[in-house]
């Protein structure tokens, strides 16, 4: 199946999307969230940012969006220094954000319009579309997310899934090149999250560049190609194919996306890695 939306980018094959040199990112004077870390995102790759409660990963994919800026170190995006100045300049920001669509762990930070329908509107209409243009893009991605019966809801109504679609719909219409998510499995059931699965893959298979920030192992195994995996002292562990993550048993142990847990049998003890999943639930007796 083809996506309504084609990239229509004209960057040069060797250009990486992201290269990151040294960055390092703190808030404040002493809080380290980032130290040193180094890699490249190429066009089209599908990348997981993995690691513990804390380790930085909504913090790096906030500085890959340009709504934080590193603190050290060099990025640059699309060939170029993403700096506060290059960002300065209201078309420069503007131009940066039409390529870069960013979807907040949190809908409600995302959602301000007090339609669905206004709130997917609001890209477009600031891209210079005629009214009738908009309204076919609406259509289309509304049918793309099956958001179609939500169109004249209000976003502060909805279901956290539902507002997830609407958030998706809201930067998919702009038609970005890369597509920054944070936790975006977090609030779907199975059934949407299988969605997600699909069209992402889908957004993918048109060149997209899709990073993703999770420590939701499932959706790693079934979205990424390849998984940069932060430690819980704010650095880079590994940086590796998302299939050998079922390798790593003892590294997804030390940077604490899994954790041996311990069984009792009678008087035999045994013990197996457990993920740290939101269905995964301890019984204490
Ligand atoms: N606005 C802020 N001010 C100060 N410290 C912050 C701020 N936001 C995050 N931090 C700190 O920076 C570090 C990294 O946070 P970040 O939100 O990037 O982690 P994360 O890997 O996304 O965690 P989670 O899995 O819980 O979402 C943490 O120690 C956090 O307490
Ligand atoms: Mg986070």
Request: charged share 20%; hydrophobic share 40%; glycine share 6%.
């Amino acid at each position: 199946m083809v996506s309504p939306l084609p990239d229509t980018s004209t960057r040069k094959a060797n250009t990486p999307v992201y290269q990151l040199d040294r960055l390092g990112f703190q808030y404040g004077e002493d809080k380290p969230a980032l130290i040193d870390i180094s890699f490249r995102i190429e066009p089209g790759e599908r990348v997981a940012l993995m690691g513990a409660n804390g380790c930085g990963k909504s913090t790096l994919l906030k500085i890959l969006g340009g709504l934080q800026f590193a603190t050290s170190g060099r990025i640059e995006a699309f060939g170029k220094c993403l700096e506060p100045a290059a960002l300065e300049k209201e078309q420069d920001s503007y131009a940066f954000r039409r390529r870069v669509g960013f979807i907040f762990q949190n809908s409600d930070a995302q959602l301000f319009s007090s339609s669905v329908e206004e709130e997917i509107a609001f890209g477009p209409l600031h891209m210079g579309l005629s009214k009738n243009e908009v309204k076919q893009r609406i259509a289309d991605i509304a049918q793309f997310t099956q958001i179609e019966h939500l169109l004249q809801r209000a976003p502060f109504q909805l279901s956290g899934g539902e507002k997830k679609r609407v958030s998706l719909a809201s930067v998919l219409v702009c038609n970005p090149d890369v597509l920054l998510m944070d936790e975006p499995s977090a609030a779907l059931d199975p059934r949407a999250q299988t969605w997600l699965i699909n069209l992402l893959r889908q957004l993918s298979s048109t060149g997209k560049t899709i990073v993703i920030a999770t420590h939701d192992l499932d959706t790693v195994a079934e979205v990424a190609q390849r998984a940069l995996i932060f430690r819980e002292n704010h650095t880079l562990a590994a940086d590796i194919p998302a299939y050998s993550l079922k390798d790593e048993i003892p590294l997804l142990i030390d940077v604490n996306l899994i954790h041996e847990h311990v069984h009792y049998h009678g008087s035999t003890a045994h013990s197996h890695p457990h993920t740290h999943d939101k269905e995964h639930q301890h019984m204490h007796e």
